[in-house]
């Protein structure tokens, strides 16, 4: 049968144009095309891992933000907490201070008070010693005006004496 | 598991495709019969009709007796070389250099001038020498596809390098998922790792089947041409599946062929020629397969046709009313070449890669082996 037949110079060109578009297209269309779309198919690959790790840095970058939050809130409670324990210890220092200056006002006042007490009577004692003497030199003066008044207290005098 | 399926999906949309071919093999004969009996009365010659058609030619028939002349390149060792336009044969009515066309076949005769071709002596030992190189209608319909393929494709690889790294546009979308097809489910998923050495050859031959089957289809120059159902470029074909497999086959391959391992002495016998001629079997049936798909689809286009042709000489009525059922069929058929076209270009492509990987592959386990061979085997 003809038709089964391989004609010569067909298969001929066939080979020939074959190799021939073979050769050519792998030159300047396979293989730019198959790099094009390899390169490609890297660059998106490329992008999802990048969308990837930005999504992941993202994540990471929140939890810092909050971990950096919490930690500025303790440390803000933390101040607040000592500026508190601080003004109270200031308060009480200066209350105790005020205190014990208070206290050795109020002694040393009642110390003074004292002295100047302890003075005026002193100085009472004396001059009610003065006074009295005063008075009693006045008073034998003026009982020693007559003799019979002297006579009388000599005696009387006297009779103490000799009831001593 | 998925490419097994889509292998088990298309080989058997090929045994479906069997009874349309031996369907219109059978109504080839049919008519060949049929109007044999009807040679002298110049009546419509359906099964001649059809053979013209889809064999080769020296010239582009395009209506009655209208037809471009192709160019005669000759060879003969004791002549030497001669070219001239297949025109000066008038349709082989003449002879011409010491030429004339015998049913499309060019034979040597002894007149040199120009003479009746009827009444010319061939010279017999002249024409079993004679080296036949003419641009005929199928090398004519190989360089245009040539000349379309590389258009196509530098344009496509252009279109690459002006947008990199974008999405495809244009025609550049068309040709792309067909690349990434061959690349992904056939040269990755049949050859594995190495497959990138041979993509060369699997798109080449996929393009060109896939292109050259779709031309086939256009009843309009430069279409028309059954260049995907002619032996000689589908044997071409096979050949350099051939060559390419048996040179990257590995020690691994032929130690497979010649002593398969885990297998007695005896069986041996019987294997390893099986074996051989499988080697050659498997581009044999990548030829006949290709091109029965696509002679028989143009058979059955042109039965289609001549069955017009056939009822319209016994009355014009019924011409006519067999002529709308002819076309409804043959749109259906046309689609179905469609497929067909696609299809045969898949399959001659993913079967050279399933042999190519079969030569490359490193040793395996023995299950999968089997499940290859089931595979195959089924394929076939």
């Known amino acids: 049968m003809e038709l089964l037949k391989p004609a010569f110079g067909l298969t001929f060109w066939m080979v020939l144009g074959f190799l021939i578009v073979l050769f050519l297209l792998t030159k300047f269309a396979w293989k730019p095309i198959l790099n094009a779309l390899n390169e490609r198919d890297k660059s998106i690959e490329d992008a999802l891992n990048a969308a990837i790790k930005a999504k992941d840095e993202m994540a990471n970058l929140k939890s810092d933000n909050e971990k950096l939050l919490a930690e500025a809130r303790q440390e803000r409670d933390k ?44 100085d009472l004692k004396n001059q009610v010693a003065l006074l009295s003497v005063e008075i009693a030199e006045k008073i034998m003066k003026q009982q020693l005006a007559d003799d019979g008044k002297q006579k009388a207290l000599v005696a009387d005098l006297l009779k103490d004496v000799k009831m001593n | 598991m998925k490419n ?7 080989s058997a949309i090929l045994f479906w495709l069997v009874p349309f071919i031996s369907m219109a093999q059978e109504s080839h004969d049919s008519l060949s019969v049929a109007t044999t009996e009807s040679v002298e009365s110049a009546e419509f010659d359906a099964g001649r009709m059809i053979m013209d058609h889809i064999s080769d030619a020296h010239g582009w028939h395009l209506w009655g007796e209208s037809e471009i002349p192709l160019p005669i390149i000759v060879y003969s060792p004791e002549r030497g070389l001669s070219v001239f336009s297949s025109g000066h044969f008038h349709h082989g009515h003449s002879t011409y250099n010491g030429y004339m066309l015998k049913e499309q076949k060019i034979v040597a005769v002894d007149e040199m001038d120009e003479t009746d071709a009827h009444h010319a002596t061939i010279n017999e030992s002249l024409t079993a020498n004679l080296y036949d190189f003419s641009i005929t209608k199928n090398v004519f ?60 050859y699997l798109l080449t031959a996929f393009f060109f089947i896939w292109i050259n089957n779709m031309l086939g289809l256009i009843p309009l120059i430069p279409g028309g041409a059954n260049l995907t159902g002619n032996i000689a470029i589908t044997m071409s074909l096979a050949v350099m599946t051939l060559i390419i497999t048996v040179f990257s086959a590995n020690k691994n391959y032929w130690l497979h062929i010649f002593a398969m391992p885990g297998v007695p002495m005896w069986v041996l016998f019987l294997l390893t020629p099986i074996e051989i001629l499988g080697l050659f079997l498997r581009p044999f049936v990548l030829m006949i397969r290709l091109f029965a798909n696509m002679a028989a689809g143009h058979i059955i286009a042109l039965s289609f046709i001549s069955l017009i042709f056939i009822f319209g000489e016994m009355s014009a009525g019924a011409g006519m009313g067999v002529g709308v059922i002819s076309l409804a069929f043959m749109v259906f058929m046309t689609f179905l ?28 386990h023995d299950a999968e082996h089997h499940d290859a061979k089931v595979e195959e085997a089924l394929i076939i």
């Open chain 1, 79 to 122: 101040i607040l907490k000592e500026a508190r324990v601080t003004k109270d210890n200031i308060i009480n220092e200066a209350r105790d201070k005020a205190t014990a200056e208070a206290d050795r006002l109020l002694t040393l006042a009642r110390e003074g008070i004292h002295n100047e007490k302890m003075a005026a009577i002193t």
């Open chain 2, 4 to 10: 097994l399926n889509i292998r088990i999906l298309i």
């Open chain 2, 141 to 200: 319909a190989l360089f245009v596809s040539i000349i379309l393929m590389i258009w196509i494709f530098t344009s496509v690889a252009k279109s690459y390098k002006t947008r990199p790294n974008q999405a495809p546009k244009g025609l550049q979308s068309l040709i792309e998922p067909l690349i990434v097809f061959v690349r992904d489910d056939v040269a990755k998923s049949a050859i594995g790792p190495k497959y990138q050495k041979y993509m060369p």
């Open chain 2, 337 to 364: 070449e469609l497929l067909v076209a696609f299809l045969q270009a898949y399959v001659f492509t993913l079967l050279s890669a399933i042999y190519i990987g079969a030569a490359v592959e490193e040793h395996h």
